[in-house]
């Protein structure tokens, strides 16, 4: 799930080295042997045998997993610890997988008998949060936490590749795909441009899911994750005494002005039947108490599933940050950025997603769940071919729920047998 904030990203850039990237983080230096001993070391036999054990697939392997890449988490385009992660443990299972896209890995099962191709993907990256869990595998790199759970997805997908491997495909292909920078990056658009999709009939995504107690299994029909566009506004006024607002034109008023007329695109420019959001989510202006600011500066994200709601905000946006200033005296400008489109699930992909889901957790298990107005940049691939965005319920039932991107957000680690199933389950079943 992608976050709206922080990345200067002005268009998205053609290739992954183009795209910028996060100020470097404070790593352990440490080899991926003490790193996976360092996660073995915090399950004190919790999740039974020991993980590794070379035979089907454990919960105790899954968490091990997991845990090795919650405690070395790594922001996007900066994988390289997940990625040698990776690389080893598809290694381990007799899987070569690949780099691309820089910090990537891409890897093909193969059946004997060609057939269909479906992808199953994985996002990989972290976020830059500080942690504030006290558990004995919080993570060890400062300010940097996988607070959305991309730790799971990729522990879900090594699981769900071991049971691959466990029986020989009757045909076709699966092909393994862990995406790095996918929180507001688009590492998906660079796996694109690098070639994930060659070959590819039909690809199914996932996110643990915070909304939904473990155990339960949520799939929607149609659009849903929303459109995220990202914008920036700077309003040019003219600077003074605080005393003497006359002789001023007072940007912070403008600022004001403006952040209310946004609510009345909703309220009053949409038809009620349709959804958006429009949140200002920065506003810079001003160093001095006594002093009024020659500039204001503003950003913020607006969530949308239909494409003329789209344009409707971008038009009323561009018409109030021109309007407004101007009566005032002063101007202003916005820089709009349309990032990921809306993440619509394919009608028969969903369906059959459903099916799989109500084999491994039961009919009544199997949620449709709200759409979410958070975006994800599997909607790229869905662009392209036809697919499923799945929601594996993550919510623990004993402990308070932080939801994702919270500094404390950790889900139930059941998740992780119930995801690597589904997606071992489904890329059987749709090969045939
Ligand atoms: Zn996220
Ligand atoms: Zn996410």
Known sequence: MASSAKPTICELPRSHADRPRHPDQQRAKLPLKARKDAALATLNGEHGAAAGNGQGLTKAELVAWRRTVHMFPELGYQESYTQELILSELKAMGVSGKPLAGTGVMADLKAKAPGKTLMLRSDIDALPVQEEND?????????????????????????????????????????????????????????????????????????????????????????????????EITLEGKGGHAAMPSKAIDPIVIAAQLITAFQSI???????????????????????????????????????????????????????????????????TLAYHRENPALVNDATMADFCRQIAAEVVGKKNVKNPEPSMGGEDHAFYQELVPGCYVFLGSAPKKREIFFHHHPRFDFDEDVLPIGAEFMARAARAWLG
């Open 266 to 332: 909703v309220s009053r420019n949409m038809n009620p039947f349709d959804t958006a959001v429009v949140s200002v989510c920065s506003l810079h202006g001003g160093d001095a108490f006594n002093v009024i600011p020659p500039r204001v500066t503003m950003e913020g994200t607006v969530r949308t599933f239909n494409p003329a709601v789209q344009d409707l905000i971008e038009r009323r946006m561009g018409e109030l940050v021109r309007g407004i200033p101007k009566s005032y005296g002063a101007t202003g």
């Open 135 to 231: 558990h004995a595998f919080v993570s060890r790199h400062p300010k940097v936490m996988h607070a959305c759970g991309h730790d799971a997805h990729i522990a879900i997908l090594l699981g769900a590749t071991k049971l691959l491997r466990q029986q020989p495909l009757g045909q076709g292909t699966v092909r393994l795909n862990f995406q790095p920078a996918e929180e507001g990056l688009n590492g998906a658009g660079a796996m694109i441009e690098a070639g994930i999709l060659q070959g590819v009939d039909a690809t199914i995504g996932y996110h643990i899911w915070q909304h939904l107690p473990v155990g339960q299994i949520g799939v929607v029909t149609g659009p849903a994750m929303a459109a995220v566009d990202r914008f």
